[in-house]
């Protein structure tokens, strides 16, 4: 650990408290349909958008046909990848021949399963990859099958998101506003012309944006290499500021040309939070009071920094099994390229990395600039326990806040009967079709984890040469296609399922996962975490805009307090990690013990 | 109101037996109910009765699979600690069930033994009813709507009805457990009489309102009994989030068997967690307290609101209660006293004030209502007329009738009248004596400004007016206050004008009146504060009153109030005293508090055991050489003896916390009237702090307690 490091990320989080109301009142506007500074260069696009669609904005849609209207976009959206990802061969931008008869020998074909599994996977802005961009997928299909997705599904997510504000902050209403207008004026005025901005300032870092082919070079120390092109930046803007996380290359933001700067790596972490925190400021406005979205602020906040502080402690500490063998792994002599860096970029150094990590998890992002299966055990633990807790520290853009809203109803409905009388979330009324809801989305979210865990933990295949490696002979998932043994192992899986559900993306990897049931199960478990979560906070929206607001008054379970933020805060620590506690001991836990023991597996 | 303007002195008897605190108590276990409870928990454990609670039919069905498998290791003849250790986890997953099955019975025991109580005085007393050859005898239970009784004094009033004819005192000790009678007459407001209850003076004819089986008193049967108890929104919104938290654990529990399996696997060695053990996990994990105490709080809190003599329709209406925003209180009777406090003796012109006080004094000696002692105290403390004892054989007292409207007394040469103007105004002329024009002047006066008037006349000649005063209740401004800090606004409804209105108001302390209230106007208030949504309460017991209290979220009618009245509202108040409504507000609070605080402590109690059982579960993975337990067993906080132990405590804990906190589930969480965020800290700061923390010793010492019984193995 040293100051720099330390310095660093309180930098980090003073600027995204800078950035939070300016961000938030900026999108408050544009969900509204107000005018912005932006509305004379890109209101025609926004009109022009409509005309062509024949969409107008004004029309009024109530949670069923919102929803519905989510679902239509999302399944025509992901069709269309898959059948440009399955189809590539055919179209154009595609210098490497993939899919071809003159594909190189180290390029690998898009199955029907992967293409399932990509196409699911950033339709529900999870961007977990069971491929390697540079190996697998052309320009275009990087450009048009999935860079789409990173604003479709960010402007997904923030509608959904609005959607629920809405329903929670309107009184007496039927409808929660006009999805085609919500995903319309978020693409438009916030993601457009934010990721233009920092795609040019990307390029001005190094990042690569062409369509050159692959490049063979013989390197100094005569091997020889294949470096690749493409159109990098305008996807790495995206990437991060929709909280998509899926890299043009396999190594993602560690790859030098995603990512080649320490300036550009803080930026990067910068974006992931930018929009996610900027909606709680927009959820105050919603509610009328600021202090209702500070207070969903400081629960995040401090999550945020127990989780910064965790991993970067308990990576900077490093491994004491390297120790024995006189490994100088002190910080101390080495700045902040001390402790575990396995799988970390000495270009960034342990906090940028570490920070980088808890971030990315916060979010639902899932980018990453180092290795998380590398990390330690409990500093590993940091990124999963993030994501067990439904990425809800500032989280994925729309996801976050809308996650935070349920564990908020749940808080409020447990602990404000305490103050004798049926709990009021704004005013609103909280009662059995909203607990309901919230507890289906709950029940479903835990048993998405842990019931695909426990079967690839298990179960035996019956075609061991489809469902698993190909060619391979063994029926077990685990000894087929998990390459780490002992807890780790258990760790990987939880943490794949871990990361579908929540839509996150990173990966433990260890896990041969680009396998029939793999790409099966976690596609599954991806939509399930994305819509079976999405649909019952739509109904909670739907009914909680129907109540009247019952005004405040000395009687009012308080929710603008810190109080409130510390009864939030257990609440996203008990009800949200209790299920989990058991698995992560399995985990994790049991890995950090065996490793100060010197067992190693 | 008008009516009692004119009647002032018409209200005594009842406001004198006014009560405000509960009924006698009953003790929080007493034997007789306690032994029926004990027999009921074990009846309720028929799996059809378990069913309809979830959680508790998890524990159900756990214990008979644990029971299952202690039976295998049995007849196995397994050897070591694992067939008494089943063994004692079957007995105590029961014990959980039972524990739950007795909270539950106790609460309904205490209804039932109301009911018991309530039963007794059906009265299964002859009937004479009306017919057109003249009367007849008939049995009581046949009676039905439009029958006409007559009741004369010593009748036991065989239904429920609606006096038609006549006034009698009718001691209603039956059902409000008060002894002073209470006056019952035709027409107005005081026309209802309830079955079972007693006249004891005069006779009254009564049309019978109510057909067998659905009177007053079946009704009141029925709701302490229970068994017209249905599930509360809220208790039902509860159920389903106990519910949902007891299939997240589910699939927390049963996936730990794979991960053990491939642990096992992984480490070479160790066992998986067996059934026994999951299912002590579950049933540790699942909120048990609260499953298995919530049917037990809503039955006390229905009871508690019956121990303030208050017949709550349903529960509903007292969980309603809890939530009200808006207090509508009529002011007489509720804000100021239902008798007034004479002020001021206002003479006609050309009378000296000494010769009315004096009068007035005299007239008053013998009359032991709140109004005349005041008005004695006045003359004495104004004009230093001392109270003086007259000769007791040439001195008649002349008692207050409801026919005369007057009181007085007659003595050698004098006669005194004091009553309700008209009325003395009438007797004036009836005996030849004129009235001069500023009698009643003054009298409308003195109506005007929300007063009461009371002419005296001597030797039918009147002398001038005593001006009655509205006197508000002691303490009514801290209770309005406490109310204010609760969020909750009061508003006095009255029939003065706003002038007068406007001074009680302030000296009562409300936080808003409305003055010249008319029925309607009360109406539209109510829908006025709904629209805005605010949840209302109000009391009302004429039938004026009955669209009102059909409105009102919570409309409490006074048992003295008309059968309309009664009908609409969803509470009775048997004592009909209006202040009551203040307790209601807090009985409904504290269920909620009830319910929320222990949700609260049985969520947080989990961290406890997930630290006694996850090291135990998981002792015999990856344990490295020359070790006896694995890594795992570090996470044994509480360094409880041997996994054995620690899991049997953390079972234990959990059936006897049930059995610790069935008085907080009957009595309910002390509440105090304050803000809503001083309840909350105050409450998370017990519940959800205690219920993190207090688990840690207690598993501890039963723990402790089980190795030295030799129940569990030390290591």
Redesign the interface.
């Known amino acids: 650990m040293t100051t720099i490091g330390w310095m660093q990320i309180a930098l980090f989080a003073l600027l995204i408290l800078v950035f939070t109301r300016p961000t938030g009142r900026f999108m408050h506007k544009v969900f509204e349909g107000e005018r912005t500074w932006l509305t004379p260069f890109l209101g025609p696009l926004e009109q022009f958008i409509y005309k062509l669609s024949g969409v107008s904005p004004q029309e009024e849609m109530d949670w069923k046909i919102y929803s519905a209207a989510m679902l239509a976009f999302s399944v025509v959206t992901a069709a269309f990848t898959y059948i440009v990802l399955r189809l590539q061969q055919y179209l154009p931008l595609n210098p490497e021949h993939f899919g071809t008869k003159h594909a190189p020998a180290w390029a690998a074909a898009v199955t029907p399963d992967l293409g399932f599994n990509t196409a699911v996977s950033f339709t529900t802005n999870t961007n977990w990859q069971a491929y390697g961009g540079e190996s697998t997928l052309s320009y275009f299909s990087q450009m048009a099958g999935l860079a789409s997705h990173m604003f479709f599904s960010a402007a997904c997510g923030m509608a959904v998101a609005i959607a629920l504000v809405r329903g929670l902050t309107r009184r007496n209403a039927k409808s929660l506003g006009n999805f085609w207008a919500d995903i319309t004026r978020s693409t438009v005025y916030v993601l457009l012309p934010l990721s233009l901005v920092l795609a040019l300032f990307y390029v001005d870092q190094g990042v690569i944006m062409n369509f050159l082919p692959y490049r063979t070079v013989h390197t100094v120390q005569g091997s020889v290499q294949i470096i690749p092109g493409g159109p990098v930046a305008s996807m790495e803007a995206i990437k991060e500021l929709g909280t998509n996380g899926g890299g043009f290359f396999n190594a993602n933001s560690a790859h030098p040309f995603e990512n080649p700067t320490p300036l550009c790596n803080f930026v990067e972490m910068l974006t992931i939070f930018l929009l996610g925190a900027g909606l709680v400021y927009t959820f105050g406005i919603y509610a009328g009071d600021t202090r209702q979205g500070w207070a969903l602020f400081g629960t995040m906040a401090v999550l945020f920094f127990i989780g910064a502080a965790v991993a970067y402690t308990q990576e900077a500490r490093g491994n004491p099994l390297f120790s024995q063998f006189g490994i100088n792994q002190s910080s101390r002599s080495l700045g902040d390229l001390g402790g575990n860096m396995e799988g970390k970029e000495v270009r960034f150094g342990e906090a940028a990395s570490t920070l980088f990590a808890t971030i990315t998890t916060d979010a639902s992002c899932g980018a990453v600039n180092s290795m998380h299966d590398s990390y330690t055990p409990l500093g590993g633990l940091v990124p999963m326990a993030n994501i067990l807790t439904g990425e809800v520290i500032f989280g994925g853009v729309g996801a976050g806040l809308y996650g935070m809203l349920m564990y908020a109803i749940l808080a409020v409905f447990i602990a404000g009967l305490m103050v004798g009388r049926t709990p009021e979330y704004l005013g609103k009324k909280i009662e059995a079709y909203e607990v309901k809801m919230a507890m289906l989305a709950t029940l479903i979210l835990t048993a998405d984890v842990l019931v695909f865990t426990a079967a690839a933990c298990v179960m035996h295949v019956p075609h061991a040469a489809y469902w698993n490696a190909p060619g391979g002979t063994s029926t077990s998932l685990v000894s087929a296609n998990t390459n780490n043994s002992g807890p780790h192992g258990f760790s990987e899986i939880l943490y794949a399922f871990d990361s579908t559900t929540g839509n996150n993306g990173s990966a433990f990897a260890g896990i041969n996962v680009n396998t029939p049931f793999w790409n099966l199960a976690l596609g599954i478990s991806m939509l399930a975490g994305r819509f079976l979560m999405m649909i019952p906070l739509l109904a909670i929206a739907g009914s909680m805009a129907a109540k009247k607001k019952v005004p405040a008054s000395a009687g009012t379970f308080p929710t603008c307090t810190p109080l409130f933020a510390g009864l939030l805060l257990s609440t996203v620590i008990i009800v949200g990690a209790l299920a989990y506690f058991p698995a992560v001991s399995l985990g994790p836990i049991v890995e950090n013990v065996l490793m100060h023991a010197g067992r190693t597996f | 109101m008008i009516a009692q303007q004119n009647s002032p002195l018409h209200t005594a008897p009842e406001t004198k037996n006014r009560q405000n605190g509960p009924r006698k108590a009953r003790p929080l276990l007493d034997p007789p109910i306690v032994k029926r409870a004990l027999r009921d928990a074990f009846i309720k454990m028929n799996p059809a009765v378990q069913a309809r609670n979830p959680v508790m039919f998890v524990v159900w069905t756990g214990s008979l699979v644990t029971t299952l498998a202690f039976l295998q290791n049995l007849l196995e003849a397994t050897k070591g600690w694992i067939t008494p250790f089943s063994g004692q986890i079957a007995l105590w997953l029961w014990f959980t069930v039972l524990f739950a099955n007795f909270a539950e019975a106790i609460a309904e025991g205490r209804g039932k033994a109301q009911a018991d109580e309530l039963r007794k005085t059906r009265t299964t007393t002859m009937a004479r009813r009306k017919t057109k050859n003249g009367l007849e005898d008939i049995a009581a239970s046949l009676l039905r709507k439009g029958d006409v009784v007559v009741c004369e004094t010593g009748d036991i009033i065989p239904s429920d009805g609606t006096v038609t004819e006549g006034i009698a005192s009718v001691d209603e000790s039956a059902i409000t457990g008060e002894s002073a009678p209470v006056i019952r007459e035709a027409g107005g407001d005081r026309s209802a009489v309830t079955g079972g209850t007693k006249v004891i003076s005069d006779r009254i004819v009564v049309e019978i309102t109510a057909n067998p089986g659905e009177t007053f008193i079946d009704r009141m049967i029925g709701l302490v009994e229970g068994a017209a108890r249905q599930k509360t929104?809220?208790e039902?919104?509860?159920n389903?989030?106990i519910?949902?938290?007891t299939?997240?654990?589910l699939?927390?529990?049963?996936?730990?068997?794979?991960?053990?399996?491939?642990?096992v696997?992984?480490?070479g060695g160790g066992q998986a967690p067996g059934i026994v053990v999951l299912t002590a996990?579950l049933v540790c994990?699942i909120p048990t307290t609260i499953g298995g105490l919530l049917s037990a709080i809503g039955i006390a809190g229905m009871d508690r609101v019956m121990q303030y003599n208050v017949l709550a329709m349903s529960g509903k209406a007292v969980?309603a209660a809890?939530?009200v925003?808006v207090l509508l209180l009529d002011k007489t009777g509720t804000i100021t006293l239902g008798n007034r406090q004479a002020a001021e003796f206002i003479p006609l012109p050309g009378t000296d004030v000494m010769e009315l006080a004096d009068a007035a004094q005299l007239s008053s000696l013998a009359d032991e209502t709140p109004e005349g002692r005041s008005i004695v105290v006045l003359a004495k403390e104004q004009y230093g007329i001392r109270g003086r004892s007259l000769d007791e054989k040439t001195t008649e007292f002349v008692p207050f009738t409801a026919q005369t409207r007057m009181s007085g007394v007659d003595m050698p040469g004098m006669t005194i009248r004091k009553g309700a103007v008209q009325a003395v105004i009438d007797d004036v002329k009836q005996n030849g004596g004129s009235v001069p024009r500023a009698l009643a002047e003054i009298a409308d006066d003195i109506s005007r400004k929300g007063g009461t008037p009371l002419a005296v006349a001597v030797n039918h000649a009147p002398l001038g007016i005593i001006y009655l005063k509205d006197v508000v209740k002691g303490g009514m401004k801290e209770r309005f206050d406490h109310l204010?800090?609760?969020?909750?606004?009061t508003v006095m409804i009255t029939g003065d004008n706003p002038l007068t209105a406007a001074a009680i108001a302030q000296e009562a302390g409300v936080d808003d009146f409305l003055a010249q209230a008319k029925p309607e106007d009360k109406m539209a208030l109510i829908k006025k504060e709904q629209a805005?949504?605010?949840?209302v309460a109000m009391t009302g017991d004429g039938t004026n009153d009955a669209p009102a209290l059909a409105q009102a979220d919570v409309g409490v009618a006074m048992n003295t109030g008309t059968q309309a009245a009664k009908e609409a509202g969803n509470m009775v108040d048997l004592d009909s005293n209006p202040t009551k409504l203040i307790e209601i507000v807090e009985i409904?609070?504290?269920l909620?508090?009830t319910?929320?605080?222990l949700?609260?402590f049985s969520?947080?109690n989990?961290?406890s055991k997930?630290f006694a059982i996850?090291p135990a579960?998981?002792s015999t993975?990856?344990v490295?050489k020359g070790q006896k337990h694995?890594?795992?067993w570090?996470?044994n906080l509480m360094h409880l003896h041997s996994p054995y132990s620690a899991v049997l405590a953390a079972v234990i804990f959990n059936a006897l916390i049930i059995i610790a906190l069935i008085p907080v589930a009957l009595r309910g969480v002390p509440?105090r009237p304050q803000?809503?965020?001083k309840?909350?800290?105050r409450?998370?700061a017990i519940?959800?702090a205690g219920g993190l923390l207090m688990p840690f010793p207690c598993i501890w010492a039963i723990d402790w307690l089980l190795v030295l019984m030799h129940l569990a193995p030390a290591h």
């Open positions: 929104p809220n039902i919104a509860l389903i989030l519910a949902g938290l299939l997240v654990f699939f927390a529990t049963v996936t730990l068997m794979p991960f053990g399996v491939y642990a696997n992984q480490a996990l994990l969980e809890g939530d925003d204010r800090a609760m969020g909750i606004k805005e949504g605010r949840l409904g609070k504290q909620l508090i319910r929320g605080a949700t609260t969520i947080a989990d961290v997930y996850i579960m998981f993975l990856y490295l694995g890594p795992l570090g996470l509440y803000s809503a965020s309840i909350l800290q409450n998370l519940w959800g």
